[in-house]
Protein backbone atom coordinates (compact mmCIF):
# COMPACT_ATOMS: atom_id res chain seq x y z
CA UNK A 1 0.00 0.00 0.00
CA UNK A 2 1.61 3.36 -0.48
CA UNK A 3 1.90 6.25 1.62
CA UNK A 4 -1.91 7.71 0.08
CA UNK A 5 -3.63 4.99 0.23
CA UNK A 6 -2.40 4.41 3.88
CA UNK A 7 -3.34 7.97 4.78
CA UNK A 8 -7.04 7.40 2.85
CA UNK A 9 -7.44 4.10 5.52
CA UNK A 10 -6.24 6.03 8.42
CA UNK A 11 -8.80 8.87 7.80
CA UNK A 12 -11.91 6.53 7.18
CA UNK A 13 -11.16 4.70 10.45
CA UNK A 14 -10.70 7.83 12.43
CA UNK A 15 -14.15 8.94 10.62
CA UNK A 16 -15.31 5.27 12.10
CA UNK A 17 -14.05 6.37 15.68
CA UNK A 18 -15.74 9.82 15.23
CA UNK A 19 -19.00 8.23 14.39
CA UNK A 20 -18.97 5.59 16.98
CA UNK A 21 -17.48 7.97 20.09
CA UNK A 22 -20.81 10.67 19.17
CA UNK A 23 -22.67 7.65 19.61
CA UNK A 24 -21.14 5.96 22.75
CA UNK A 25 -21.06 9.46 24.46
CA UNK A 26 -25.20 9.21 25.39
CA UNK A 27 -24.46 5.50 26.24
CA UNK A 28 -23.52 3.71 29.45
CA UNK A 29 -19.93 2.57 30.50
CA UNK A 30 -21.33 -1.30 30.28
CA UNK A 31 -22.51 -0.81 27.32
CA UNK A 32 -18.54 1.19 25.67
CA UNK A 33 -17.64 -1.93 26.90
CA UNK A 34 -19.99 -4.73 25.67
CA UNK A 35 -19.32 -2.61 22.14
CA UNK A 36 -15.97 -2.36 22.56
CA UNK A 37 -15.95 -6.58 22.82
CA UNK A 38 -18.53 -6.91 19.68
CA UNK A 39 -15.62 -4.87 17.67
CA UNK A 40 -12.25 -6.59 18.90
CA UNK A 41 -13.10 -9.39 20.26
CA UNK A 42 -9.79 -11.08 21.78
CA UNK A 43 -7.87 -8.18 19.91
CA UNK A 44 -8.69 -6.04 23.18
CA UNK A 45 -7.80 -5.53 26.37
CA UNK A 46 -7.83 -3.17 29.67
CA UNK A 47 -4.71 -1.76 31.59
CA UNK A 48 -6.13 -1.77 35.33
CA UNK A 49 -3.81 -0.04 38.07
CA UNK A 50 -6.78 -0.51 40.46
CA UNK A 51 -7.72 2.74 41.01
CA UNK A 52 -11.41 3.32 41.65
CA UNK A 53 -12.31 3.51 37.90
CA UNK A 54 -10.64 0.60 37.36
CA UNK A 55 -12.48 -1.01 40.19
CA UNK A 56 -15.71 0.18 38.39
CA UNK A 57 -14.71 -1.31 35.22
CA UNK A 58 -13.59 -4.77 36.86
CA UNK A 59 -17.06 -4.67 38.50
CA UNK A 60 -18.38 -4.37 35.19
CA UNK A 61 -16.26 -7.18 33.12
CA UNK A 62 -17.03 -9.50 36.41
CA UNK A 63 -20.65 -9.32 37.23
CA UNK A 64 -21.56 -9.72 33.09
CA UNK A 65 -18.56 -11.90 32.45
CA UNK A 66 -17.51 -10.38 29.61
CA UNK A 67 -14.88 -11.80 27.69
CA UNK A 68 -11.93 -9.08 28.11
CA UNK A 69 -8.01 -9.92 29.06
CA UNK A 70 -7.34 -7.27 32.12
CA UNK A 71 -3.55 -6.86 33.44
CA UNK A 72 -1.45 -4.71 35.62
CA UNK A 73 1.57 -3.01 35.23
CA UNK A 74 3.54 -4.76 38.12
CA UNK A 75 6.34 -2.66 38.68
CA UNK A 76 7.75 -4.06 41.70
CA UNK A 77 7.01 -0.96 43.48
CA UNK A 78 3.26 -0.94 44.24
CA UNK A 79 2.13 -0.69 47.74
CA UNK A 80 0.90 -4.23 50.19
CA UNK A 81 -2.75 -2.61 50.03
CA UNK A 82 -2.87 -2.63 46.10
CA UNK A 83 -1.41 -6.33 46.06
CA UNK A 84 -4.18 -7.63 48.24
CA UNK A 85 -6.54 -5.91 46.16
CA UNK A 86 -5.56 -7.41 43.06
CA UNK A 87 -6.41 -10.79 45.00
CA UNK A 88 -9.56 -9.50 46.47
CA UNK A 89 -10.76 -8.40 43.21
CA UNK A 90 -9.92 -11.68 41.81
CA UNK A 91 -11.48 -13.87 44.05
CA UNK A 92 -14.31 -11.60 44.27
CA UNK A 93 -15.38 -11.84 40.18
CA UNK A 94 -13.56 -15.55 39.36
CA UNK A 95 -11.18 -13.48 36.91
CA UNK A 96 -7.52 -13.49 36.08
CA UNK A 97 -5.66 -10.41 36.02
CA UNK A 98 -2.50 -10.41 34.68
CA UNK A 99 0.69 -9.24 36.00
CA UNK A 100 3.06 -8.06 33.43
CA UNK A 101 6.92 -7.19 34.67
CA UNK A 102 9.17 -4.77 33.28
CA UNK A 103 12.88 -6.36 32.25
CA UNK A 104 14.67 -5.25 34.98
CA UNK A 105 13.71 -6.49 38.55
CA UNK A 106 13.49 -3.48 41.30
CA UNK A 107 17.14 -4.58 42.13
CA UNK A 108 18.49 -4.62 38.69
CA UNK A 109 17.30 -1.62 37.24
CA UNK A 110 19.30 -0.49 40.78
CA UNK A 111 22.21 -2.49 39.82
CA UNK A 112 22.23 -0.73 36.29
CA UNK A 113 20.95 2.35 37.20
CA UNK A 114 21.55 3.21 40.63
CA UNK A 115 19.64 3.25 43.59
CA UNK A 116 16.08 4.94 43.83
CA UNK A 117 16.04 6.03 39.88
CA UNK A 118 12.27 7.52 40.83
CA UNK A 119 13.74 10.03 42.92
CA UNK A 120 16.02 11.01 40.24
CA UNK A 121 14.89 10.51 36.91
CA UNK A 122 11.14 9.74 37.18
CA UNK A 123 10.47 9.88 33.84
CA UNK A 124 12.91 7.12 33.07
CA UNK A 125 11.84 4.98 36.03
CA UNK A 126 8.52 5.09 34.47
CA UNK A 127 9.37 4.65 31.13
CA UNK A 128 10.94 1.55 31.83
CA UNK A 129 8.97 0.23 34.29
CA UNK A 130 5.53 1.17 32.75
CA UNK A 131 5.58 2.44 29.07
CA UNK A 132 7.87 0.02 27.68
CA UNK A 133 5.99 -3.22 29.09
CA UNK A 134 2.44 -1.46 27.99
CA UNK A 135 3.71 -0.96 24.38
CA UNK A 136 4.87 -4.84 24.18
CA UNK A 137 1.55 -5.47 25.32
CA UNK A 138 -0.26 -2.93 23.53
CA UNK A 139 1.59 -4.47 20.18
CA UNK A 140 -0.33 -7.53 20.21
CA UNK A 141 -3.67 -6.18 20.82
CA UNK A 142 -6.23 -3.71 18.38
CA UNK A 143 -7.78 -1.37 20.87
CA UNK A 144 -7.28 -1.41 24.59
CA UNK A 145 -9.35 0.05 27.46
CA UNK A 146 -8.30 2.66 30.23
CA UNK A 147 -10.22 4.02 32.98
CA UNK A 148 -9.41 7.83 32.60
CA UNK A 149 -12.04 10.42 33.58
CA UNK A 150 -12.12 14.11 31.78
CA UNK A 151 -11.73 15.85 34.97
CA UNK A 152 -9.06 14.26 36.65
CA UNK A 153 -6.21 16.07 34.52
CA UNK A 154 -6.04 18.74 31.75
CA UNK A 155 -4.12 16.58 29.63
CA UNK A 156 -7.61 14.26 30.00
CA UNK A 157 -10.37 16.57 29.14
CA UNK A 158 -10.22 16.12 25.75
CA UNK A 159 -10.81 12.44 25.84
CA UNK A 160 -13.45 10.95 23.89
CA UNK A 161 -15.20 7.21 25.07
CA UNK A 162 -13.70 5.41 22.11
CA UNK A 163 -10.50 7.33 19.72
CA UNK A 164 -7.22 6.57 18.17
CA UNK A 165 -4.28 5.82 20.60
CA UNK A 166 -1.79 7.84 18.26
CA UNK A 167 0.53 7.03 21.01
CA UNK A 168 0.14 3.31 20.41
CA UNK A 169 -0.97 2.97 17.18
CA UNK A 170 -4.50 1.42 18.26
CA UNK A 171 -7.89 2.22 19.60
CA UNK A 172 -8.38 3.40 23.02
CA UNK A 173 -11.77 2.53 24.76
CA UNK A 174 -12.36 5.22 27.76
CA UNK A 175 -15.78 4.15 29.10
CA UNK A 176 -15.29 6.35 32.19
CA UNK A 177 -14.98 9.28 30.69
CA UNK A 178 -18.07 11.44 31.42
CA UNK A 179 -18.43 10.16 34.84
CA UNK A 180 -17.66 12.06 38.01
CA UNK A 181 -15.25 11.22 41.28
CA UNK A 182 -18.99 11.19 42.74
CA UNK A 183 -20.50 8.81 40.24
CA UNK A 184 -17.40 6.45 40.21
CA UNK A 185 -17.56 6.11 44.64
CA UNK A 186 -21.38 5.75 44.25
CA UNK A 187 -21.27 2.81 42.23
CA UNK A 188 -18.84 1.07 44.31
CA UNK A 189 -20.64 1.78 47.10
CA UNK A 190 -24.04 0.51 45.58
CA UNK A 191 -22.33 -2.47 44.61
CA UNK A 192 -19.98 -3.49 47.33
CA UNK A 193 -17.04 -3.55 44.76
CA UNK A 194 -13.65 -3.95 47.04
CA UNK A 195 -11.62 -0.65 46.86
CA UNK A 196 -8.10 0.24 47.87
CA UNK A 197 -7.99 0.81 51.56
CA UNK A 198 -5.38 3.44 51.06
CA UNK A 199 -8.32 5.51 49.37
CA UNK A 200 -9.84 6.12 53.18
CA UNK A 201 -6.14 7.02 54.73
CA UNK A 202 -5.85 10.31 52.56
CA UNK A 203 -4.62 8.75 49.32
CA UNK A 204 -7.02 9.56 46.26
CA UNK A 205 -4.73 8.53 43.62
CA UNK A 206 -2.62 5.35 44.14
CA UNK A 207 0.68 4.66 41.95
CA UNK A 208 4.32 3.43 43.54
CA UNK A 209 4.90 3.28 46.74
CA UNK A 210 7.90 5.53 46.37
CA UNK A 211 5.84 8.14 44.23
CA UNK A 212 2.65 8.51 45.93
CA UNK A 213 1.48 10.51 49.48
CA UNK A 214 -1.62 11.46 51.14
CA UNK A 215 -2.83 14.87 50.04
CA UNK A 216 -4.02 17.56 52.54
CA UNK A 217 -7.96 18.67 52.52
CA UNK A 218 -8.26 20.80 49.45
CA UNK A 219 -5.29 19.97 47.28
CA UNK A 220 -6.25 18.07 43.81
CA UNK A 221 -6.71 14.01 44.05
CA UNK A 222 -3.19 13.82 42.06
CA UNK A 223 -1.82 16.14 44.35
CA UNK A 224 0.00 13.18 46.08
CA UNK A 225 1.80 11.94 42.52
CA UNK A 226 5.19 12.45 42.08
CA UNK A 227 5.16 15.46 44.94
CA UNK A 228 7.66 18.21 44.21
CA UNK A 229 8.34 17.70 41.04
CA UNK A 230 6.78 18.75 36.98
CA UNK A 231 5.38 15.47 36.35
CA UNK A 232 1.88 14.82 36.84
CA UNK A 233 1.46 11.49 34.43
CA UNK A 234 2.88 8.08 33.86
CA UNK A 235 3.07 8.83 29.96
CA UNK A 236 0.74 6.19 29.21
CA UNK A 237 -1.59 8.55 28.25
CA UNK A 238 -1.58 11.55 25.95
CA UNK A 239 0.51 12.24 23.23
CA UNK A 240 3.58 10.50 22.05
CA UNK A 241 6.82 11.39 23.47
CA UNK A 242 10.23 10.27 23.04
CA UNK A 243 10.71 9.87 26.51
CA UNK A 244 7.84 8.06 27.79
S1 LIG B 1 5.64 5.77 39.54
FE1 LIG B 1 7.68 6.14 40.44
S2 LIG B 1 8.51 4.13 41.05
FE2 LIG B 1 6.73 3.78 39.67
S3 LIG B 1 7.62 3.52 37.68
FE3 LIG B 1 7.11 5.69 37.86
S4 LIG B 1 8.91 6.74 38.70
FE4 LIG B 1 9.19 4.50 38.96
Sequence with gaps: MDNTAVATEL???????????AELEERSPLEALEWAV?????????????????????????????????????????????YELWQ??????????????????????????????????PEQCCHMRKVVPLRAELARVDAWITAIRRDQTPQRAG??????????????????????????????????????????????????APCTSAVKPGEDERAGRWRGTAKTECGLHGPARASA
Design 38 to 82: EQYADRLTFATAFGPEGCVLIDLIGRRRLPIDIFTLDTGLVFPET
Design 11 to 21: EASHAHLARWA
Design 159 to 208: ALVVEPDEKFGIVKVNPLVRWTKKQVWAHLLEHDVPYNPLHDRGYPSIGC
Design 88 to 121: RLEARYGLRIRGVEPELSVEGQAAVHGEKLWERQ
